[in-house]
């Protein structure tokens, strides 16, 4: 069965790093677009970042542009999320997504 296992989450100072992590498995993992999510207490989920399955397209929502990255591992079944100058509003539960398909979600938390 489709399994999206995310890892990385913690808590950070504003203006840290934090790389998130998602293995995945029970599908082809290099023939589909990935994407990442998030969502703040009180909050809609919002896409946060997307990529195409070659790693040539990719898509971010305004407010992360220029400080998050999105990549894939094509060879580890593995989509990574590169955040840096972290804000207070980055703080949110992050998801792992493809198709109809959920991680668990990771906590990420941007405070002093």
């Known amino acids: 069965q489709v399994r999206l296992v995310e890892s990385g989450g913690g808590l950070v100072q504003p203006g840290g790093s934090l790389r998130l992590s998602c293995a995945a498995s029970?599908?082809?993992?290099?023939?589909?677009?990935m994407s990442w999510y998030r969502q703040a207490p009180g909050k809609e989920r919002e896409l946060v970042a997307g990529?195409?399955?070659?790693?040539?397209?990719?898509t971010y929502v305004d407010s992360v542009k220029g400080r998050f990255t999105i990549s894939r591992d094509n060879a580890k079944n593995t989509v990574y999320l590169q955040m840096n100058s972290l804000k207070p509003e980055d703080t949110a539960v992050y998801y792992c997504?493809?198709?109809?398909?959920w991680g668990q979600g990771t906590q990420v938390t941007v405070s002093s």
């Open positions: 997504h493809y198709g109809l398909y």
């Open positions: 990529l195409t399955p070659a790693g040539a397209g990719t």
């Open positions: 029970g599908f082809t993992f290099s023939l589909y677009t």
